[in-house]
Nanobody, 121 residues
Framework: QVQLVESGGGLVQPGGSLRLSCATS??????????MGWYRQAPGKERELVAT???????NYADSVKGRFTISRDNAKNTVYLQMNSLKPEDTAVYYC?????????????WGQGTQVTVSS
């Protein structure tokens, strides 16, 4: 059973920074095949994409976080990170880690339990 465990959330003032981590139980050589992502869900809203990174390091960001957030991965540690700078109150949400790998005909799709990020003065 694959496990994804997020950490690093908390309460931060507007303009502050947080670094989220997602440690996975995906075995080393396989982890690099997975596309990893961070999503978030604010109260009363649908879950939305924040950022993704392929095994080769290609990144993609939601327009709302471009220039402020940076996704990265350490394939040796089977871990993905989200560095969040210049945080705004609208970034308040539960942040979820996701791992995806398609090996036809199967799609492997795993989620963490989430970590709360609250941006407030």
């Amino acid at each position: 059973q694959v496990q994804l465990v997020e950490s690093g959330g908390g309460l931060v003032q507007p303009g502050g920074s947080l670094r989220l981590s997602c440690a996975t139980s995906i075995s080393g050589s396989i982890f690099s095949l997975y596309a990893m992502g961070w999503y978030r869900q604010a109260p009363g809203k649908e879950r939305e994409l924040v950022a993704t990174i392929t095994g080769g390091g290609t990144t993609n960001y939601a327009d709302s976080v471009k220039g402020r957030f940076t996704i990265s991965r350490d394939n040796a540690k089977n871990t993905v990170y989200l560095q969040m700078n210049s945080l705004k109150p609208e970034d308040t949400a539960v942040y979820y880690c996701n791992a995806k790998y398609q090996y036809l005909p199967k799609m492997y799709d795993y989620w963490g339990q989430g970590t709360q990020v609250t941006v407030s003065s």
